[in-house]
């Protein structure tokens, strides 16, 4: 059955945790973009070849996988606060080791890193149903906008230091280490928001679809997304023989487009069944990617992949509440579902892209986001969430 479009189009009031969670899922979204900013001078660095290198993105992963697998009861045994102080402490850590120059030990400390993001990603779905029970779509959305906005920030730090002949470290790390360790602070100083209204809770889905569909589609949409924030600026540096430094700004014009996409489209969520809001923005999506692969003008190529961005901005929110939804009074089972679906989709999409673009133009091999996207489209056509 299709759900009802929420009449609710506000939060306020956000509380104090809302806010951390909040600024949680911004670290975490700088991590994971900033491991892709910072392989190409840690490749240098270490020396080594690019398959070497290409190992720190599939390690970070696993350790997400791995999370994904055992999020669920790691939460409920230890609870959503005393979890998220873990993840901090790993992200601190394995900040730590990764600014030490040895493979070893950056190694682990992408492991530890990825570790880290991935508790706080279960963590946070979660914690945002309890506080927001039908809200959830919304407030899902906003957190995904931090962590968009976030995203932009690594390859303009990273640029930065290493233009002014200073180590990518105090672009990458340091800012996860200084935020990690206020984050922390806070956390351990300040008590959840449990003096909240109860808040109406998500409306139950039943069945194995009511998790299954929403599941596949988050695995579809992220590696739409992914597939694109690792190998949009190469398709551009092949196809119009700009400058690396001005095929970066296509990048951040996707991960732009999601950033605001995601702050603008409460709006669409609110006023939409999750199944015409989903549809819709895969519309966007497609146009945007259709007009990024055609065109022959770098601009507007570039216009296309910030479409593209608009279009898969709520995709995943709407998702990932659909799962929760199937879940209730569990939201740890939930937040465990999304964690394994962002592992596997960072995991496998970049790669898969990678294999095609061996065999193929890396311009022709970016078809498979379409695929990607028409693929879930059927999908929920043929079990609507």
């Given at each position: 059955?299709?759900?009802?479009?929420?009449?609710?189009?506000?939060?306020?009031?956000?509380?104090?945790?809302?806010?951390?969670?909040?600024?949680?899922?911004?670290?975490?979204?700088?991590?994971?973009?900033?491991?892709?900013?910072?392989?190409?001078?840690?490749?240098?660095?270490?020396?080594?070849?690019?398959?070497?290198?290409?190992?720190?993105?599939?390690?970070?992963?696993?350790?997400t996988?791995?999370?994904?697998?055992?999020?669920?009861?790691?939460?409920?045994?230890?609870g959503?606060?005393?979890?998220?102080?873990?993840?901090?402490?790993?992200?601190?850590?394995?900040?730590?080791?990764?600014?030490?120059?040895s493979?070893?030990?950056?190694?682990?400390?992408?492991?530890?890193?990825?570790?880290?993001?991935?508790?706080?990603?279960?963590?946070?779905?979660?914690?945002?149903?309890?506080?927001y029970?039908?809200?959830?779509?919304?407030?899902?959305?906003?957190?995904?906008?931090?962590?968009?906005?976030?995203?932009?920030?690594?390859?303009?730090?990273?640029?930065?230091?290493?233009?002014?002949?200073?180590?990518?470290?105090?672009?990458?790390?340091?800012?996860?280490?200084?935020?990690?360790?206020?984050?922390?602070?806070?956390t351990?100083?300040?008590?959840?928001?449990?003096?909240?209204?109860?808040?109406?809770?998500?409306?139950?889905?039943?069945?194995?679809?009511?998790?299954?569909?929403?599941?596949?589609?988050?695995?579809?949409?992220?590696?739409?997304?992914?597939?694109?924030?690792?190998?949009?600026?190469?398709?551009?540096?092949?196809?119009?023989?700009?400058?690396?430094?001005?095929?970066?700004?296509?990048?951040?014009?996707?991960?732009?487009?999601?950033?605001?996409?995601?702050?603008?489209?409460?709006?669409?969520?609110?006023r939409?069944?999750?199944?015409?809001?989903?549809?819709?923005?895969?519309?966007?999506?497609?146009?945007?990617?259709?007009?990024?692969?055609?065109?022959?003008?770098?601009?507007?190529a570039?216009?296309?992949?910030?479409?593209n961005?608009?279009?898969?901005?709520?995709v995943?929110?709407?998702?990932?509440?659909?799962?929760?939804?199937?879940?209730?009074?569990?939201?740890?089972?939930?937040?465990?579902?999304?964690?394994?679906?962002?592992?596997t989709?960072?995991?496998?999409?970049?790669?898969?892209?990678?294999?095609?673009?061996?065999?193929?133009?890396?311009?022709?091999?970016?078809?498979?986001?379409?695929?990607?996207?028409?693929?879930?489209?059927?999908?929920?056509?043929?079990r609507?969430?």
């Amino acid at each position: 059955m299709t759900s009802a479009p929420s009449t609710q189009t506000s939060l306020a009031p956000r509380g104090a945790e809302t806010w951390r969670l909040y600024a949680v899922m911004g670290i975490g979204s700088f991590v994971v973009n900033g491991l892709g900013a910072v392989l190409l001078p840690l490749q240098t660095d270490l020396g080594v070849d690019y398959a070497s290198v290409a190992l720190y993105p599939t390690v970070y992963s696993l350790s997400t996988i791995a999370v994904g697998l055992v999020g669920a009861p790691l939460a409920r045994r230890l609870g959503h606060t005393r979890l998220l102080i873990v993840s901090l402490a790993l992200l601190i850590a394995g900040a730590a080791l990764f600014w030490l120059p040895s493979r070893p030990a950056t190694l682990v400390g992408a492991l530890v890193l990825g570790l880290g993001t991935a508790c706080m990603l279960q963590v946070v779905p979660g914690r945002l149903s309890q506080l927001y029970g039908t809200r959830t779509d919304i407030a899902m959305s906003e957190a995904n906008s931090a962590a968009s906005f976030s995203a932009i920030a690594p390859a303009l730090l990273v640029g930065a230091v290493l233009g002014l002949g200073i180590t990518w470290r105090f672009g990458f790390l340091a800012p996860i280490l200084a935020a990690g360790l206020v984050l922390l602070i806070s956390t351990l100083r300040h008590q959840p928001d449990d003096d909240r209204p109860a808040p109406a809770p998500l409306a139950a889905t039943h069945g194995t679809g009511a998790w299954l569909v929403p599941f596949v589609g988050a695995i579809l949409v992220v590696s739409s997304e992914f597939a694109l924030v690792f190998w949009s600026a190469s398709v551009t540096s092949e196809r119009f023989a700009v400058d690396d430094s001005v095929a970066v700004i296509t990048m951040g014009a996707l991960i732009s487009g999601i950033a605001i996409g995601r702050l603008f489209g409460r709006g669409v969520i609110s006023r939409l069944t999750p199944y015409a809001a989903a549809m819709s923005a895969i519309a966007v999506a497609l146009a945007g990617f259709i007009t990024f692969f055609a065109s022959p003008v770098y601009p507007v190529a570039v216009l296309g992949l910030f479409v593209n961005g608009l279009g898969l901005s709520i995709v995943y929110p709407i998702l990932a509440t659909r799962i929760l939804a199937a879940f209730p009074g569990n939201t740890e089972r939930g937040s465990q579902l999304t964690v394994l679906a962002i592992g596997t989709s960072t995991g496998l999409s970049p790669l898969l892209l990678g294999v095609l673009a061996g065999q193929m133009e890396l311009h022709l091999a970016t078809l498979i986001v379409p695929v990607y996207l028409v693929t879930l489209a059927v999908l929920l056509t043929l079990r609507r969430i």
